[in-house]
């Protein structure tokens, strides 16, 4: 089990946060202009790397607040944070 | 002290394990192995042995080396192959969060070392010593998970989660079998157990080397080499926070002996004890072609049995590099996992059994329930009366009863459990026009409006009533089960995407609840009980009045989920109970259930998200085109209607079925008796007091153009006809007409 530094409450166990994938995947400013296939990337495509990730992690059972990190995915060791 | 083992009374000395006593009694043979049948005996003294294992009450599998003799132990042997019992075990177990700056795993001389030079808090702990030095003597580290989250068992009885800062590995070495023929017997035994054991008469003691017990390493992802001196993987590389110590690193141990598998009948050339595996297997393995460790236990099942290959598997690497006439190194090695050793499922659940299993949620009305004899199911962590059945009713005669009650006279039903969030801040109508897919901008104060949410990619994910208390106030449903789920998706995009927007959001489930009157009495009902106008003209549909209803300050809301003339009261949970009971008390009326509420909506073609939708199905395939905004610039999931996919003619729309008799929920719809293409199936099934008949609700492809169609549900004949069944001109939802 991770143990995830929360930028707000510190370290805690990973059973207390959600998942949220990706990091940096806005939300497009207008949709209406994309593409049937550019939407589908923004709704589906997202990359799936072996070593640093960035990726977004929300502290359900504790301060509900949603933040960034960089996480190895083969170590599993979290570099940065982000608020 | 006395204790049986297969039936014999035997005696036992203090702090003996059962299998130290079985083998100073003489035992030498006692158990058989799983496959062969063939006589063993208690061939190690450790968390490794393959043959003593034995039934003790309701535990099985239990290594006979790790049970001390208590007076009395019955111990049965079992042969490799445990038996569960029936019964929940009476045994009661616990667990332990603990946070240390060092762990140490091992009491032996250089475990004591480590725990005496380490500072800060620190946990010592070894499996099978008692020494009172040991922070947690008797416990068995079994798993080592991401960031040193160590699991540990204490006497079998109890798990300790430990989350340290630095762990040091002190786990020694396990001594290796060698093979020979009939190397299996009762009698034969490892050196170390046999001296052990005090070298008891008529034991064979053999040895082939050591091996270091790298199983924790090497689950906490650490490298592995060969090491030809003591011919056995040791530990290699660097794992931040996890150090090796003693004889685990391979110092101290003897030189190996060449190894060579001797002539002979190869087939009683035993590899692995637990699984009857020999040389023989090993050998057919590599002649299939298998060249790597993993492969040949795969083939070989070696390594597979409940001691998990701590005394097979680098013998079996050695067995394999000789046949294969490579280095040892080149065949790999397998990779470790949790747990170290067995793990009951019940020592895991600890206390999280039964009751406790699951948190249960209840409504502050439901004593009354419990009073009253409803039948309960349960709708996530909720109890929800189901039905209240009258003396003798089954289910069916109680649902008919109940649904006549609220299309003829007066029910009330407790609709606590769903979901409320109270949404709160100058840019609420805002945020509300992005999340739902209709508009807020127009609703006035004091009233309220039916509401969809999608995903982005445009499937239903939810849906409820949005009342606008405030001008910069709303109260959200949701379903039931959905709740939190809502607010975490609502929080999202507040935080990630539209931080400008200055809205809050809280759960207000638990502070209200919610009791609602239904049926074409309910307003003389309810008229009784408050001063709150509550004709038509006064109190519309879809309006919000703020007053007291039984002296209990209430927001009663015109809203309904049955097509019928209905007011859903809100109060304080604190008061609930008192309303329910004064709503009760008032005059005859009909308590119901969720699955008449289930029957009332779906006779009116109301869909329950999460029933009648699975995730890929859009509003417009539910026939609520009519709530999507065309006006609206962008809300989520908007884009993914103009999709191929999600635009496309042949997708399955939500339809009514007529079903000659009942048919199941979830079965297949095709268009003809023996054809297998499926067109959909039955997402909601009942029988209808009001029709007089059984009825479904369906998802079916092109549903809306098959309208007068008949097909076949689940090998029943059913026409399809459109989803509102009932009351199709919407007149009773005023009580006119009564």
Same mark, same amino acid.
């Given at each position: 089990?991770?143990?995830?530094?929360?930028?707000?409450?510190?370290?805690?166990?990973?059973?207390?946060?959600?998942?949220?994938?990706?990091?940096?995947?806005?939300?497009?400013?207008?949709?209406?202009?994309?593409?049937?296939?550019?939407?589908?990337?923004?709704?589906?495509?997202?990359?799936?790397?072996?070593?640093?990730?960035?990726?977004?992690?929300?502290?359900?059972?504790?301060?509900?607040?949603?933040?960034?990190?960089?996480?190895?995915?083969?170590?599993?060791?979290?570099?940065?944070?982000?608020? | 002290?006395?204790?049986?083992?297969?039936?014999?009374?035997?005696?036992?000395?203090?702090?003996?394990?059962?299998? +130290?006593?079985?083998?100073?009694?003489?035992?030498?043979?006692?158990?058989?192995?799983?496959?062969?049948?063939?006589?063993?005996?208690?061939?190690?003294?450790?968390?490794?042995?393959?043959?003593?294992?034995?039934?003790?009450?309701?535990?099985?599998?239990?290594?006979?080396?790790?049970?001390?003799?208590?007076?009395?132990?019955?111990?049965?042997?079992?042969?490799?192959?445990?038996?569960?019992?029936?019964?929940?075990?009476?045994?009661?177990?616990?667990?332990?969060?603990?946070?240390?700056?060092?762990?140490?795993?091992?009491?032996?001389?250089?475990?004591?070392?480590?725990?005496?030079?380490?500072?800060? @808090?620190?946990?010592?702990?070894?499996?099978?010593?008692?020494?009172?030095?040991?922070?947690?003597?008797?416990?068995?580290?079994?798993?080592?998970?991401?960031?040193?989250?160590?699991?540990?068992?204490?006497?079998?009885?109890?798990?300790?989660?430990?989350?340290?800062?630095?762990?040091?590995?002190?786990?020694?070495?396990?001594?290796?079998?060698?093979?020979?023929?009939?190397?299996?017997?009762?009698?034969? &035994?490892?050196?170390?157990?046999?001296?052990?054991?005090?070298?008891?008469?008529?034991?064979?003691?053999?040895?082939?080397?050591?091996?270091?017990?790298?199983?924790?390493?090497? %689950?906490?992802?650490?490298?592995?080499?060969?090491?030809?001196?003591?011919?056995?993987?040791?530990?290699?590389?660097?794992?931040?926070?996890?150090?090796?110590?003693?004889?685990?690193?391979?110092?101290?141990?003897?030189?190996?002996? $060449?190894?060579?598998?001797?002539?002979?009948?190869?087939?009683?050339?035993?590899?692995?004890?637990? @699984?009857? +595996?020999?040389?023989?297997?090993?050998?057919?393995?590599?002649?299939?072609?298998?060249?790597?460790?993993?492969?040949?236990?795969?083939?070989?099942?070696?390594?597979?049995?409940?001691?998990?290959?701590?005394?097979?598997?680098?013998?079996?690497?050695?067995?394999?590099?000789?046949?294969?006439?490579?280095?040892?190194?080149?065949?790999?090695?397998?990779?470790?996992?949790?747990?170290?050793?067995?793990?009951?499922?019940?020592?895991?659940?600890?206390?999280?059994?039964?009751?406790?299993?699951?948190?249960?949620?209840?409504?502050?009305?439901?004593?009354?329930?419990?009073?009253?004899?409803?039948?309960?199911?349960?709708?996530? !962590?909720?109890?929800?009366?189901?039905?209240?059945?009258?003396?003798?009713?089954?289910?069916?005669?109680?649902?008919? @009863?109940? =649904?006549?009650?609220?299309?003829?006279?007066?029910? &009330?039903?407790?609709?606590?459990?769903?979901?409320?969030?109270?949404? !709160?801040?100058?840019?609420?109508?805002?945020?509300?026009?992005?999340?739902?897919?209709?508009?807020?901008?127009?609703?006035?104060?004091?009233?309220?409006?039916?509401?969809?949410? =999608?995903?982005?990619?445009?499937?239903?994910?939810?849906?409820?009533?949005?009342?606008?208390?405030?001008?910069?106030?709303?109260?959200?449903?949701?379903?039931?089960?959905?709740?939190?789920?809502?607010? +975490?998706?609502?929080?999202?995009?507040?935080?990630?995407?539209?931080?400008?927007?200055?809205?809050?959001?809280?759960?207000?489930?638990? %502070?209200?609840?919610?009791?609602?009157?239904?049926? $074409?009495?309910?307003?003389?009902?309810?008229?009784?009980?408050?001063? *709150?106008?509550?004709?038509?003209?006064?109190?519309?549909?879809?309006?919000?009045?703020?007053?007291?209803?039984?002296?209990?300050?209430?927001?009663?809301?015109?809203?309904?989920?049955?097509?019928?003339?209905?007011?859903?009261?809100?109060?304080?949970?604190?008061?609930?109970?008192?309303?329910? !009971?004064?709503?009760?008390?008032?005059?005859?009326?009909? $308590?119901?259930?969720?699955?008449?509420?289930?029957?009332?909506?779906?006779?009116?073609?109301?869909? *329950?998200?999460?029933?009648?939708?699975?995730?890929?199905?859009?509003?417009?395939?539910?026939?609520?085109?009519?709530?999507?905004?065309?006006?609206?610039?962008?809300?989520?999931?908007?884009?993914?209607?103009?999709?191929?996919?999600?635009?496309?003619?042949?997708?399955?729309?939500?339809?009514?079925? #007529?079903?000659?008799?009942?048919?199941?929920?979830?079965? !297949?719809?095709?268009?003809?008796?023996?054809?297998?293409?499926?067109?959909?199936?039955?997402?909601?099934?009942?029988?209808?007091?009001?029709?007089?008949?059984?009825?479904? #609700?369906?998802?079916?492809?092109?549903?809306?153009?098959?309208?007068?169609?008949?097909?076949?549900?689940?090998?029943?004949?059913?026409?399809?006809?459109?989803?509102? #069944?009932?009351?199709?001109?919407?007149?009773?939802?005023?009580?006119?007409?009564?």
């Amino acid at each position: 089990m991770l143990l995830i530094p929360c930028p707000w409450c510190g370290e805690r166990d990973e059973i207390e946060f959600s998942y949220g994938g990706e990091a940096g995947v806005p939300y497009p400013s207008d949709p209406a202009e994309l593409s049937d296939e550019a939407w589908a990337r923004f709704l589906f495509v997202r990359a799936n790397p072996r070593g640093a990730f960035h990726e977004r992690w929300v502290h359900t059972h504790g301060c509900r607040r949603w933040f960034d990190l960089t996480r190895d995915t083969v170590t599993h060791e979290i570099h940065v944070r982000e608020r | 002290m006395r204790f049986t083992f297969a039936s014999a009374e035997l005696a036992a000395r203090d702090g003996e394990t059962l299998a +130290a006593a079985l083998v100073r009694n003489g035992v030498r043979g006692g158990f058989t192995s799983l496959y062969r049948g063939r006589p063993r005996g208690v061939y190690t003294a450790g968390e490794e042995e393959p043959n003593a294992l034995v039934q003790i009450g309701s535990e099985t599998m239990v290594r006979a080396t790790l049970v001390e003799v208590t007076d009395g132990l019955v111990a049965e042997p079992v042969a490799g192959k445990g038996r569960l019992e029936r019964r929940t075990t009476p045994t009661r177990f616990d667990a332990m969060n603990a946070h240390c700056d060092v762990l140490v795993v091992g009491g032996g001389a250089s475990g004591r070392a480590a725990a005496a030079r380490a500072s800060g @808090r620190v946990i010592w702990l070894d499996g099978r010593r008692s020494d009172p030095d040991l922070t947690l003597p008797r416990t068995w580290a079994v798993g080592i998970y991401d960031d040193n989250y160590v699991l540990a068992v204490e006497r079998g009885r109890r798990v300790w989660r430990i989350r340290a800062q630095h762990v040091i590995l002190a786990t020694g070495a396990i001594e290796r079998p060698t093979v020979f023929e009939d190397n299996d017997r009762p009698g034969v &035994m490892l050196a170390g157990a046999a001296s052990a054991y005090g070298h008891p008469e008529g034991v064979v003691a053999v040895s082939g080397g050591w091996s270091p017990r790298v199983h924790l390493w090497s %689950q906490a992802r650490g490298g592995l080499r060969w090491d030809d001196r003591i011919g056995a993987p040791v530990p290699s590389g660097d794992l931040r926070g996890v150090e090796c110590v003693g004889s685990l690193t391979g110092e101290g141990l003897p030189d190996a002996a $060449p190894f060579a598998i001797p002539d002979g009948d190869e087939e009683i050339m035993f590899v692995d004890l637990e @699984r009857d +595996a020999t040389v023989a297997d090993v050998r057919r393995s590599v002649g299939a072609g298998l060249r790597s460790l993993e492969h040949i236990k795969r083939f070989t099942t070696i390594g597979t049995g409940s001691e998990q290959g701590k005394l097979a598997n680098v013998l079996a690497l050695r067995v394999a590099a000789e046949l294969l006439g490579v280095h040892p190194g080149e065949l790999g090695s397998t990779t470790f996992r949790p747990p170290y050793l067995p793990v009951s499922f019940a020592l895991l659940a600890g206390r999280h059994r039964g009751e406790l299993f699951d948190p249960v949620r209840v409504t502050p009305i439901h004593p009354w329930h419990v009073d009253r004899g409803a039948v309960f199911e349960n709708v996530a !962590q909720w109890k929800r009366p189901r039905y209240y059945p009258e003396e003798n009713e089954t289910m069916e005669s109680a649902v008919l @009863r109940e =649904c006549a009650a609220a299309r003829e006279g007066v029910a &009330m039903m407790d609709a606590t459990t769903l979901g409320k969030i109270d949404v !709160q801040g100058p840019d609420a109508v805002e945020f509300l026009n992005r999340i739902y897919t209709n508009a807020y901008d127009s609703l006035a104060v004091g009233m309220c409006r039916y509401g969809v949410m =999608c995903k982005n990619d445009g499937m239903v994910f939810d849906d409820g009533v949005v009342m606008r208390v405030g001008e910069h106030r709303f109260v959200c449903t949701t379903t039931t089960g959905n709740a939190a789920a809502v607010l +975490a998706w609502m929080e999202e995009w507040l935080q990630t995407e539209w931080p400008e927007l200055r809205v809050r959001l809280t759960s207000v489930t638990e %502070q209200w609840s919610t009791v609602a009157v239904v049926g $074409p009495g309910a307003r003389g009902h309810l008229a009784q009980l408050t001063e *709150i106008a509550l004709d038509s003209d006064a109190f519309p549909f879809m309006a919000i009045r703020e007053g007291e209803v039984a002296g209990i300050p209430a927001r009663v809301c015109r809203v309904s989920f049955s097509g019928e003339l209905a007011f859903e009261l809100n109060v304080d949970g604190r008061q609930a109970l008192a309303l329910w !009971q004064a709503v009760y008390g008032a005059g005859p009326i009909t $308590p119901y259930g969720t699955e008449t509420m289930h029957v009332l909506r779906a006779e009116k073609g109301y869909p *329950i998200i999460g029933q009648d939708t699975d995730g890929t199905v859009t509003p417009h395939d539910l026939g609520l085109g009519w709530i999507v905004s065309k006006k609206k610039p962008d809300f989520v999931g908007k884009r993914s209607f103009a999709r191929t996919d999600t635009a496309r003619g042949d997708r399955r729309h939500l339809v009514g079925l #007529l079903p000659a008799e009942l048919v199941a929920e979830g079965a !297949q719809i095709v268009a003809r008796p023996g054809e297998h293409r499926m067109l959909g199936h039955v997402t909601s099934s009942y029988r209808s007091a009001a029709l007089g008949r059984p009825f479904a #609700l369906a998802l079916v492809q092109r549903g809306r153009e098959r309208i007068g169609e008949t097909v076949v549900a689940g090998g029943v004949a059913a026409e399809i006809v459109a989803p509102v #069944l009932f009351d199709l001109e919407g007149a009773r939802r005023d009580g006119v007409g009564v």
